[in-house]
């Protein structure tokens, strides 16, 4: 692959060039491009040594090899990666200039993969406006390697350091079949995803839950929008919040309200991933005022089934359309999970376990397991949420 590195003006350009020198190492070309404050940071020399290739730096350098070389190198390169991404480079692709070599070329690799590796202050990433640029530049395809936590060199300590060169490597290679937005297999799909728990009321004030945050199921709906999916988000109570001009957002409490907000999307959509969290069955009876102790006796509840979800959608799938489901399992894990497949009519079953640390309901990091039709199944380490998210759409819908 030809991959085009873009540098821009942070503490963290020093790194640029052992990231050059890990995509060299795995068989990829590479050529520079850096603006003149990442020249402030590290050096032409550098750069042209472990790239083996000319820097570009100025858009009118008489010595560029052509008079358009913005052009040229987007013709050549089959990606481009910013490691450093400065705020200022963001706001400029995010708008739209192109004021000199790197935010130029940037403009002209729009039908190309692009991916950025931010890295500032942490006040600078939190700023609402990098913060709105950043979604932004995800909903049209752009791939963000997200900063990570540490010292910083203000010496303050807080989210905003470059993710590391191998980090960065390990995005990249783990996306082979990286392409822009213009070109995703997810434009014009509608993919319906339910999130979070259901919330079963007791009385006014009491309620049958469960420990779902809706994590797992926002991040299957920010990753299928930045690929291009217009997503039907159905959410049980959470505190989550989500931004992105292609996720449409209908909020329930109970799962008798998730059946209904689902069964009346799904007919108009491609795809379906149920992450919910749904309670199996509910109180019979519900008081609209709130119930009195009962004395030492205690209080009995009739629990009634609640309508299943997942088993409705998969009688009511026609041809075209994919059912995605998930299990959470804590015994005979990768039985139970084949069973429900198979029963509930699903294309995929993604399983959880609870035995897995780090997995499961409340935490930032998953570990599933995806299973097809087929009985073929893929296994992933522990990855952030997010990342889970990527592979289950990619592994599940972009055939």
């Known amino acids: 692959m030809k991959v085009i590195v873009g540098i821009t003006g942070g503490i963290a350009a020093y790194k640029a060039p052992l990231l050059v020198r890990l995509l060299r190492k795995e068989g990829h070309e590479v050529k520079c491009v850096a603006t003149d404050h990442a020249l402030q940071f590290v050096t032409r020399l550098t750069l042209e040594t472990v790239s083996d290739n000319k820097l570009y730096s100025d858009l009118f350098d008489r010595g560029n090899n052509h008079s358009t070389e913005h052009i040229s190198l987007k013709d050549w390169g089959d990606m481009i990666i910013v490691a450093p991404a400065t705020a200022n480079i963001i706001g400029k692709m995010a708008s739209g200039i192109g004021d000199d070599a790197l935010s130029t070329l940037l403009l002209s690799m729009s039908r190309k993969p692009i991916m950025l590796a931010p890295a500032m202050n942490t006040q600078m990433w939190e700023c609402p406006a990098v913060q709105r640029n950043i979604e932004y530049l995800r909903s049209v395809g752009v791939h963000i390697v997200s900063p990570t936590d540490g010292e910083l060199a203000c010496g303050t300590s807080g989210t ?62 920010e990753a299928l929008a930045s690929m291009g999916a217009t997503v039907e988000l159905v959410s049980g109570p959470t505190s989550l919040s989500v931004h992105h001009p292609l996720i449409h957002r209908t909020d329930v409490e109970s799962a008798r309200q998730m059946f209904d907000a689902a069964t009346t999307l799904f007919p108009d959509c491609q795809a379906a991933i149920l992450s919910a969290a749904v309670a199996d069955y509910r109180p019979e009876q519900t008081a609209d005022h709130k119930l009195k102790k009962q004395g030492e006796e205690g209080m009995t509840l009739k629990l009634v089934q609640n309508p299943d979800i997942l088993a409705t959608l998969g009688s009511r799938k026609v041809e075209g359309q994919t059912l995605i489901g998930f299990a959470l399992e804590t015994d005979n894990e990768l039985d139970n999970a084949r069973h ?32 097809g039709r087929s009985g073929a199944s893929l296994e992933t380490p522990l990855l952030s949420k997010k990342e889970v998210a990527e592979v289950i759409v990619r592994h599940c819908l972009c055939h």
């Open 160 to 221: 905003g350091r470059m993710a590391e060169p191998e980090e960065i490597m390990r995005q990249i290679t783990s996306l082979p079949d990286a392409r822009p937005i213009h070109e995703s297999p997810l434009n014009n799909m509608r993919v319906l995803v339910t999130a979070g728990p259901t919330y079963e009321r007791i009385d006014s004030v009491r309620f049958i839950g469960n420990y779902s945050s809706g994590k797992m199921g926002f991040a299957l709906a």
């Open 340 to 371: 429900k497949l198979e029963k509930k009519n699903l294309d995929y079953i993604v399983l959880n376990s609870l035995r897995d640390k780090g997995a499961g309901f409340g935490v930032d990091t998953n570990r599933v397991t995806i299973i």
